[in-house]
């Protein structure tokens, strides 16, 4: 048997001061310290150096913010633009649409004679000279009166943009200046600040970058314009290595995090009124932040166990889409400026896609990826709900038991309500039952799918029984209902799902109370790695008939170790750290597990792409 080779000694880590400041023309660059320079844009610029300013018309200054969203009265060069950077071309040379991009008749100005890179937007002065509007910035469009083009209506309001002249300080020429459609044409507008501005002048910045940049940079809507040689989301690397070294550890788990330019990946603003997504879909920021000072991270991919790409889905999804376009654009990419994609066609590579409905939709090549979900259904072709429509792969519907991982989803609530559960402790939670089931929420009764009918079957027997110690409100609260004084008042209370995932384990177990989880054919949050046995009850349709005898039968005893258990492990569904939450860590523990799972070859592609092509 012959003697194998010492392996090469890994290639020295690259100064990224050398690598990513501009200096990406350098005798040993690599693939992955180019990407590494072209991430470091800010949003609307591109090129090595930064030095394509593609979305200059969407700046109302030449050194102002670039904006492609939805409510301002924009330059037709802008809207031309923002079209054209959320539809690029994959390394096919085919078109793809990943955001929402201007539709075509949406109104605009333009400056006649001036460059299109000129054609800020700032909104032009009564006695500027040389101004058209249009309804529409494709060639061809109709001309309007200006007064006319300036008039924005949306689902909520109907307001007329200004110029800067007609606000507080020209708002700082950071915000816009709006006045309500209802006011008197002479009346002066107000400022509405985009986020990381605030006051009546949009005066006052704010810092909402993640982990604040780390000190190490300027924080600049949602990017950190960081100092040299720092890097990354929060200016927290500063080392770039070569891709031709590879030996992960078995033992010390790590995963590597792709840079990616922002004009793929970027917390896209909807509107200027945008500051943050509805909370409850927040929970990739958490992760995201919490990440990028752990310690599981590494800056070497060589030591990779797994790959994770952090491409935002949400803001390009919403919570009813699935992604799968801006999904496409985003491994399009780092198939082409990585080598580690093309390795295992994706297999160990990370995804949070966290809709309404997981990756239920998903096509394409994100499709072999790990996937990080809220919403665990999991079922076959031919055994499903029969409430609930089969979605997804059609050997394991839209969750891989072995290879994707559900986590908790975020609720602000976890602040007050774990810190109050935990003050009051086991003996005064106890005393505090007075009753023995609760529930309150939607019901819909002619729309079985909602829950896939849990919670209809559970309000139809718990209104025949008419027992006080099993409550289920729908629209019937009564006066001074508040609910987590009544979620910590019941033994259990029942944790179903909605259109897609639901946040009620999270809200139970913060309050103190043991979980009903009914959710047929759905897999909960880190199932792998938390005993839901101890803390929680499992029950399906079937079981509803009888589920006050279920629940009066449990003993004295056998409830007071449930309900300590929820005190033990309720922080593993908390993702702020400040109030101890262990939600991060309960999901790098699952994504080892995956990565066990994947070294054991317990799962194979779920897209390949070869046989899709033929």
Known sequence: MGVLPPLPPPPPPCDANDYCCGACIHGHVSVSAAACCKSRCPFGREGEACEIDTLAPCRQTPDGEAYCESSAFRSCEC??????????????????????????????????????????SRVPEPDEQHIKCFRGYLDGAKEVPCSEAAVLETPWDKSVSLPLSKCPDQCNQRGYCLRNA??????????????????????????ICYNKCNGRGECRDQYCHCKPPYFSFDCSRSKVYPPDHAMPSAIDFKIYMYELPTRLVYENAESI??????????????????????PVRTEDPSQANLFWVPSLTFTYSGNGGAGSEHLHLVIDHIRQAYP???????LDHVIWTNTDRGACDLRGLAENAIKIVHFGMSTTAERHSATFPHLGHPEYGCTHPLRDVV??????????????????????????????????GGILPDAPEYSGNSRQIAYKHVKEWN????????????????????LRASKFCMAPLGWGWGNRVLQTMMAGCVPVIVQEFSLQANEDVLPYEAF??????????????????????????????????????????????????????????????FKALYYDLAYNESAAAA
């Open 273 to 294: 009124y945008f500051r943050q997504h509805n909370e409850i879909y927040i929970a990739y920021q958490k992760f995201l932040e919490q990440f990028l000072v752990s």
């Open 467 to 486: 027992d006080p110690m099993f409550v289920m409100y729908h629209q019937d609260t009564p006066e001074g209902y508040n609910y987590e004084t009544y």
């Open 79 to 120: 809207l031309k633009r923002c079209r054209e950077w959320f539809c690029p071309k994959d390394t096919q040379g085919r078109e793809w649409c990943h955001w929402f991009f201007p539709s075509a008749d949406r109104k605009c100005f333009r400056r006649e004679g001036v460059p299109p890179d000129q054609q800020f």
């Open 536 to 597: 929680s009850i499992r029950l399906n349709n079937e079981d509803l008939p009888h589920l006050r005898d279920i629940l009066e039968s449990i003993t004295a005893d056998e409830y007071r170790g449930l309900l300590e258990n929820v005190l033990r492990y309720n922080r593993a569904f908390a993702w702020d750290p400040e109030v101890g939450g262990q939600a991060f860590q309960y999901t790098i523990a699952s994504l080892r597990r995956r990565w066990l799972n």
């Open 407 to 440: 986590a908790t989803p975020y609720d602000p609530i976890d602040r007050a309500w774990l810190a109050n559960t935990h003050a009051l402790g086991l003996d005064k939670i106890l005393a505090l039952k007075e009753r023995t089931f609760f529930f309150a």
């Open 182 to 207: 209802n006011e008197p044409e002479d009346a002066h507008g107000r400022c509405i600040c985009p986020r990381g501005f605030e006051g009546a002048s949009c005066e006052q910045t704010m810092n």
């Open 340 to 346: 580690y994609w093309n390795r295992t066609q994706g």
